[in-house]
């Protein structure tokens, strides 16, 4: 399909895939490195499992994922969630790891722990979250995917939710992907082509809590991995492309227990007027790179103000226009960039509405 030396030959592996395991399974271990990426490695266990406590725990060179030093590089990964593999099949499993330091605490770039404290505290409101998922492919030069050498397709217009050769590449990888994520019962609700070509949108959700962090992060995984077989590869960067071209986003649908129950939308804009209050704050966790598409154009809002309306894709905040005339559901932050981290997204917006927690003893 690429044009690359480093397609994978996925035909000829699949007879040893096929091979009898004698009672044993691989758990492939993931993790978030010291740069937002992913990192994993596989363990071989003697037995198969069926829950993920009874994984054990493990470890890896920090000082080479930017986690420690050299001096002291254990960093060791505590399964927290898992799912089936979709690329080893059954018994084998996919499991998402939090790290932590030799000292008993979280490794600090482990979000997910306070974002799980933040859901923990915050069940009541029984938190339901949905999270859009744009990103683009890249060809092996990191040029998008289908687009002239050296040169630019047509202007944005016939692309987004396109059909036909020319208005959309890549839909192998795509479809690969959704049936790899329906597989490994990650809540993926739906895909479709975005507005630039070579780009493309997953959702995720409705999940409860720290769930979505996990389920987002393992379709990440899972987008790199079967994007290997292809030569492709994937950024999550939010302006690929500079000029009049959109950028990439992680739109994220928020909605609380009072917010669908009859007379929501004072809950909504009760929201509102925190997530204003806390817009720096919010920005600042949103993701690397993040100025150069929240503009005020290509659909976004400006960096450096807060704005919310009804079915105002322009705006901070968009609530559905659905919504407004049931007066109740949810609302949808549109300020995170598409390689911001889920766990920290998640975590800020239950923490500016419903407040922090102290800190952990």
């Keep these: 399909m690429a044009e690359s030396t480093i397609v994978s030959?996925?035909?000829?592996?699949?007879?040893?895939?096929?091979?009898?395991?004698?009672?044993?399974?691989?758990?492939?271990?993931?993790?978030?490195?010291?740069?937002?990426?992913?990192?994993?490695k596989t363990k071989t266990?003697?037995?198969?499992?069926?829950?993920?406590?009874?994984?054990?725990?493990?470890?890896?060179?920090?000082?080479?994922?930017?986690q420690a030093g050299g001096e002291d590089s254990d960093v060791f990964i505590r399964p927290v969630s898992m799912f089936p593999d979709p690329i080893r099949l059954s018994p084998n499993v996919i499991v998402m790891c939090e790290t932590w330091d030799p000292d008993g605490t979280p490794n600090k770039f482990n979000?997910?722990?306070?974002?799980?404290?933040?859901?923990e505290a915050n069940k009541d409101h029984e938190l339901w979250f949905g999270l859009e998922q744009e990103y683009t492919l890249l060809d092996h030069s990191g040029w998008p995917y289908g687009w002239p050498k050296g040169g630019f397709p047509a202007p944005q217009g016939p692309y987004y939710c396109g059909v036909g050769t020319g208005k959309v590449y890549c839909r192998d990888i795509v479809e690969a992907h959704y049936k790899a994520c329906l597989y490994a019962g990650i809540t993926?609700?739906?895909?479709?082509?975005?507005?630039?070509?070579?780009?493309?949108?997953?959702?995720?959700?409705?999940?409860?809590?720290?769930?979505?962090?996990?389920h987002l992060?393992?379709?990440?995984?899972?987008?790199?991995?079967?994007?290997?077989?292809?030569?492709?590869?994937?950024?999550?960067?939010?302006?690929?492309?500079?000029?009049?071209?959109?950028?990439a986003g992680l739109h994220s649908n928020v909605s609380s227990k009072e917010m669908r129950e009859d007379g929501g939308m004072k809950h909504i804009e009760a929201a509102m007027k925190k997530l204003e209050s806390r817009h720096v704050e919010h920005i600042k966790v949103y993701g690397e790179g993040n100025a150069e598409r929240l503009t005020g154009k290509h659909e976004t809002g400006s960096i450096d103000?807060?704005?919310?309306?009804?079915?105002?894709?322009?705006?901070?905040?968009?609530?559905?226009?659905?919504?407004?005339k049931e007066g109740k559901g949810y609302f949808e932050d549109r300020r995170p960039a598409s390689n911001a981290d889920p766990y920290q997204i998640t975590g800020i917006i239950v923490e500016t509405i419903y407040g922090s927690l102290p800190a952990e003893k």
Aim: aromatic content about 10%; overall charge negative; glycine content about 10%.
């Design 9 to 40: 030959n996925t035909e000829n592996v699949q007879k040893y895939m096929r091979l009898d395991q004698k009672g044993s399974m691989m758990a492939e271990y993931v993790w978030i490195d010291g740069s937002n990426g992913l990192r994993s």
């Design 45 to 66: 266990l003697n037995k198969v499992i069926s829950k993920v406590e009874e994984l054990p725990e493990w470890n890896f060179d920090g000082s080479s994922t930017g």
């Design 111 to 119: 979000y997910r722990h306070d974002a799980a404290r933040l859901m």
């Design 188 to 214: 993926i609700s739906g895909i479709n082509a975005e507005v630039m070509p070579a780009q493309w949108e997953y959702q995720i959700g409705p999940c409860m809590g720290i769930e979505l962090g996990d």
């Design 217 to 247: 992060w393992m379709s990440r995984f899972l987008l790199h991995r079967i994007a290997e077989e292809f030569g492709v590869a994937i950024t999550f960067a939010p302006k690929p492309i500079p000029g009049d071209w959109n950028g």
């Design 305 to 324: 103000s807060f704005s919310w309306g009804v079915a105002n894709r322009g705006a901070s905040v968009r609530i559905p226009r659905q919504c407004a």
